[in-house]
């Protein structure tokens, strides 16, 4: 069964940085489209941002709100993918879920506010002074 296990979650200074890691049960990372979607207390899921792409191509895509803050990265070695976040605001406060779905070839594209199939069971990060 695919799994999902999301780390690095935690309170941090408005400003600040975290590095969540997300470990995923897969044989290759190629072959999936994997993500990260938020939930802010009483407020809907948000899309934030994805990777995919296989044999050499990489892409990524982000939500606005974190445009030029967040990065998201991968590492086939650890099958393991990351996101960066820097800059901080309160208004990242949230449960961040992994999310994963197959991709239907090499070049596929995913986005932010995709459906998908398999979530972990998310870590909180708060960002308060």
């Known amino acids: 069964q695919f799994q999902l296990a999301e780390s690095g979650g935690g309170l941090v200074q408005p400003g600040g940085s975290l590095r969540l890691s997300c470990a995923a049960s897969a044989s290759n990372l190629d072959h999936w489209a994997i993500g990260w979607i938020r939930q802010a207390p009483g407020k809907e899921h948000e899309g934030v941002s994805c990777i995919s792409g296989g044999g050499g191509t990489t892409n990524t895509n982000y939500a606005d709100s974190v445009v030029g803050r967040f990065t998201i990265s991968r590492d086939h070695t650890k099958n393991t993918v990351y996101l960066q976040m820097n800059s901080l605001e309160p208004e990242d406060t949230a449960i961040y879920y992994c999310?994963?779905?197959?991709?239907?070839?090499?070049?596929?594209?995913?986005?932010?506010?995709?459906?998908?199939?398999?979530w972990g069971r998310g870590t909180q990060v708060t960002v308060s002074s």
């Open positions: 999310v994963a779905t197959s991709a239907s070839h090499s070049g596929y594209v995913c986005y932010p506010d995709d459906d998908y199939d398999y």
